[in-house]
């Protein structure tokens, strides 16, 4: 055992020159690293010369280090008997913690009580990066407004003893038409993290999508899969092509996860405000505002920034799509679609594209970019034949079961939840996602019997009114006379 | 007289294997009926070992405990200086009781008023019961606002000193255009409860439909019936069918009942979060979520839920009105369309059925659910011969006379109040129904009047403006170019 | 000099059988009079035995008392000595009177700076008769949000050095586009009253009309009219015709009166709350929904219900133009259309009627009624000969100058104000209604030259955008396919 | 050196008859001046026989006195010991001075936080002169909401690694595509003033147009321009024509200048209350509403109002046009058109003018004007034309990247922006102007990036959704269905 290193030691090295951090007890010599950082230097500068563990675990998957770092960069292990009293948090943003009593899972009724509870529960940084959306969160809101535009259109003496929820995707079939949908960073909610979701979602017998920044490894996350549970994992086209192609070869080899879900709503960050702010709440504030270089640090940041880097903003139909072919075999989902058009040249390349996610990636990217309804009316509207060759989702908004029923009569296969499964992580574990898939699904069992319908698969448009959103979708571009119908709508890009 | 029983001995049989309840001074032993009660075991053992009629009493008709238990069941009666201290009722939901000066009726000028009287004086557990609607109350709001945004257009140099407010409704008079919907369990605001309410109707000379969960029973309710007076007896068909043919056996017998009234709005409960949150709400909250058998409670629950048990989720066109013609040969009406091909397949049941309630439940089962103003349009819009064939009424949402006569003028013969009558009998009994069926009909009067016309029955179409409510009626399956003019909007079930 | 009455003696007569109040310092037996106070009898009854003068000055004009009481009523002077302290008048309804430095007329910038001085300077009594209107508001708020809803269109470089705001109703000139609309009760704003009105209507040279129920007589109101000054008389015919056609005789011999304006719109009266309320609010809460012969009160009351007693509501096209042209030459008014088939019908009477108010009486009649905004929209749409045919003006809802403007362009040649001039009048007497229409006056001036017109007169739809109104206006009766075109739209009784 | 002259005797001099006021420490008899000054005589005579240097420096660029007064009108200098201590400025309106730390400028995320923050740090006067708006700030809040009211239309697969943010204005190069737009008095804001708003714009490459009434000279403002940097020069034409073409014929001399932007929207000032009321709040609330003659000040007042002095409001395209040719070679821009006419019309004018800002003069001249969006969408409707013969950018409202690309793709080469920069220089000098470019220059690469443009130049209505404001869009005069297609908009005067 090597002998032990002095708190006073480790604080010598706070510079770009000398760069060291204390890891589960280990101190670490970053300085090599710096460059190389996913989410920038100046965030690792700020935690030089002290215990950075608080901060790295929950959004580090296991193996991090190892994979990044040569082992001569562990010099040995801190002095316990040296280091200060930890900081408190007390740094981060967000609502104040709740000194009340605990309510149960039982007595949380719906999705808002279930936010309310892991608001409560988790830290402010945490919080601030499920929260956050971009701008101004009009998109995020209106992901959810819109379903309230829409109306029910209740049947009667109709037998609705029994509804079956099942549906299928990519021929799989889930219990519920609830899924997962990729949400990334699970241990800043809980320790059980992304594994604690797919726990829950073995239960109900649902899909999980894995995101790619994931706090735990693919491996751990599948591992306790039960028999024909379904994953998807969701993959952010790195830069450096190779890191990419070193992941899919490591997924391609797990047989649970049964397709690739490639994400386009974001290659470049959107602007979370909430998440950004947690940067400058700091205790030293003349300090917060530099590098431990002392260079000014200007605008943007939090953890949504950082997990961007490396992303790469150059995919195309015509070159990603082959070069993902030469490295998996496994079926494309693609994630992210937000306009008619886009879903129509998507539906040009099955087989290889089995199925898209229509989403605004949960009013996180663009914001005042359309809910994922006025995309689905928009297909409808100029392109319907899309829905019989790729399996349709959406994501975004959903915080009932009258939601859900809603997306399915418009022609989506299932909904995705995204915060939902975080913040019930947040307020329960494995329990809190339980709760939030068993309130969803009896939700939308009731909206369903009261709809008249004994499967969720025989829902559509008779059983709905989408007037109010109707007259708000895409109509063609403004004042363009000369094109009309169909093709109106309809822009497809010439280099396809 | 039978012997004594102590408090302490009671207070041993809390568990499923022996469950004794103290209700009306009499010591029940009710282990056997636990599993047949409507409300579920949990319910009971709840109570088990304690004095229980005060949350019995309200929502029970009395002969209640005599048909469902034996007469050995009661054990004999309880010694009642061995009683604890009454348990105090704080431990219910809803809002803090005034202790201000208490408004005379008189000074209650709308319904807005009467609620708030109510309100103050009900307890929290029957407030939270009345109030309660599905979901996020979209509906129950909707069902309010839809009026606001209907415009009248008054007509001038009308000679408009009297207004004949009578209409009919299958041909029994009526002298005002507002009856009293089906609402359940009115002892909850006042002792007389629908009794009460009877005597009030009676001064008016209106209708009143008997909730199949009244708190009495309807031999209780009609016997004071003035002469002409109109019932309605309000059925929930039960899964088993025995006990609604006896119902209905015991209903058909009495003259005053002029029709049943079927209905079909709430084949599964919605989802009342006011009500259910009751259920959390307790003094000792590790005890809460727990029934007497240790066995943790989750979600659901409240006097509505309670109230749905037994209900019979299959009934259909087809089988269901044979059914009914066996067992009663009174007209039938049917509650709770909600779209105009509903509208539509009852007008082709004439003469069994002679009349329609367009209705979502106010609110209470399917949130986003159409107000019935919405369905008035599309029946108009789509069959208006419907309105030729049955009689229509409508309830939901009504507070004001402006409303009443604009579901009038749009073909409604009268309308129904629920909560109006409810929140009435709690801020006054009796007297307080009067003076909600007193404001209806003098701002009835006096909408009438403005408009210009000599009696209510000459309302129609062109003394109101609904061009923004009729922007967002149904207009047939959202982007079904191929589906037009009348056929569009009428989706008439294949199997009818 | 008759003896002096001690107070003692006079509250012996408290009864239906024998009632005395003190008025002006003298002592009046009205116990004959009781059944015929146009406000009933339970008003004097609240204030027999007691002085009255408080509560009887502002609302009655000078010269009641002599016109209908006897002289013999007059029983003799009250001993001033015996009179107990002047109760205080706290309980009135309405906000709190305000202790803060009173602000200058000339910082008061626009119409919401005049109501607040107003409403704190006036008796809450005064301020809830004014500012109450029918139900909920909804049309009184209408009436000011509809003029939100449309957008000006300015013009640039069109010469705009001046503009002539002048123009003319039933071919008298008025200096500004802005009149005082017939507004009851003007002395509970302040002792100038309604002839304070007329005297800043004369410094602006513009119009006022009389209310049938000013606090003061005509004849007091136009004593001081200018040369060229405009008055018109507003007249509710009673349904003892007598009283009105004595009252036409006076009004006949006055030349300042141009016009009788005959009001239509509030045959009977609306509900208006916050004036009711005050009924209600009383030092002795026992008391007070008791008359004085112990009876209770119910419901109703308030000065607005009080105004209206004796006001004929059989008035009919057919049957009361002919009487009034029987007791008056001068030209007809008429005031409170709300839709375009009664303005059309209106046209058909020249030359006898010469101009219309389109009018909701302020919010004050029929809730949801439409502003006078749509009414206009709905001539343009349906009978835009009208406009050739009669002087359109309009009143409700004006609080800025550019909501002159749109009025204007829409094809009114004046505007009304009410509610304003009494505030102005409360805020400051002549002086504040002055400073109202200089707001008034100095805002159309801005407005006007803004949209690039030298005159007023030269405005037109070409200068607004009312898009987003025009889609709210009535469009024929909702779903009667049968009718197309402008007849869709007109509905003129067959009885015409 | 002169005598130095006592406070008390300046004292004296405080009438129309001799009035004094101390500026920059010397004496200046102003008593001839007092008919000439642009902003009335009243604001000199409330500061007659003080100092008056605190009011008078922010708004009069240096050289004023100089122009304006003759030498022998400077008295002397004060003799400053004889002065009383400075009054505190407490008198000024709007927000409490925060006394909270202060936010570094990196942590302002955005416009609002810039806002916020200069909000805390500027004198309420000059606060409340660049808050406000007319009447009641609708169309200044119009102005933002209208881009809310606008959906992305993001499109995936699309490279967007670089996105190139420049674009061109009358031929000249701009770097980002937003502009700072004319706004006066910026050293209301702080000492840099419009010199420190062109050094932010030398840094981002952009263009700035001087207001008519800057704070300092134009010279001043371009002396430090960078190599093609571009500058505009604002002129409101004053009735005294020969004060407009001596300043033209300055600007004439500079380089940087390279163009005339003639505004239009404000022949005459609009209503700002939040300006107004300035006027109003003084310490001795007796004498704030007299001039220092005694006479009672009525009304209007504010800085807006003072520099609307002396501006011709008789501009017309016969007359004005013809007349600025004469007087410079520079090219024309018109600010200020409202409607798609005005635009149409002055694309009849090429090649004098090559341009036009459609603006409302930021809410402040004529409220409920429509915003440029509108403007935007009537030429895209009625005569798109026009974009190809004029360079077209608009302002107001600008508040996050994606209102900017929403204007690029209706047809705007940039946008500008006026309360943003102002806000910027009161946060923070040049560094707060240069935040506010950074922030809506990233969140435009952003927004742009996630639409799939490589440059903004390729912004089109395939981008947006804008349905939700097209039906709010002007659609010609209101009801004159003689008049149909393009014709019904273009309503083009007949004197032109």
Redesign the interface.
Known sequence: MSKLIDYAEVQKHTSRESCWVILYGQVWDVTNFLPNHPGGANIILKLAGKDATEEYDPIHPPGTLEENLPKSACIGPINPTTLPQPVKAAKDVGPEPDTQ?E?????M??LDDIEAAATKKMSKKGWAYYYSAA??L?SKHFNNTV??Q????????????DCDLSTSFLGHKLDIPIFVSPAAMARLAHPDGEWGIAQACKKFHTMQMISNNASMTPEQIVKDAGPGQVFGWQLYVQTERKKSEDMLARVNKLDAIKFICLT????????R?DD??GK?IVED?SQ??KDAGGK?????GGIGQSLFFGTD?????TE?LPWLKKHTNKPII?K????H??AY?AAQHTPQVQGIILS?HGGR??????PAV?TL?EI??YC?EVFGKLDVVVDGGIK?G?DVVKALA?GAKAVGIGRGALFGLGAGGIEGVERVL??LR??TA??A???GVAKVTEL???H?????V??????G????PGIGGAMKGL?V?AKL
Chains 1, 2, 3, 4 share one sequence.
């Open positions: 009593v309510v149960p899972l039982a007595a009724l719906n701008d101004d009009v379903y309230r829409i109306l029910l259109r209740p049947r009667v003496f109709v037998n609705c003893k386009l709503d974001a290659p470049v960050p959107g602007k405000e950004e702010r400058f504030t917060a505002i000014e640090l200007k605008g943007g903003p150059t995919l195309t139909w990603t693609l992210g679609l937000q306009c058009e886009d040249i605004n990217a663009a914001d005042t970019a359309p006025h009316l409808r509207k319907p009932r009258t418009l068993e309130i009896d939700e009731t909206a019997r009261l709809l559509g448009p008779l709905i009114n989408t007037r109010a109707e007259r708000d979708v895409y109509d571009p403004a004042n363009l822009w890009q």
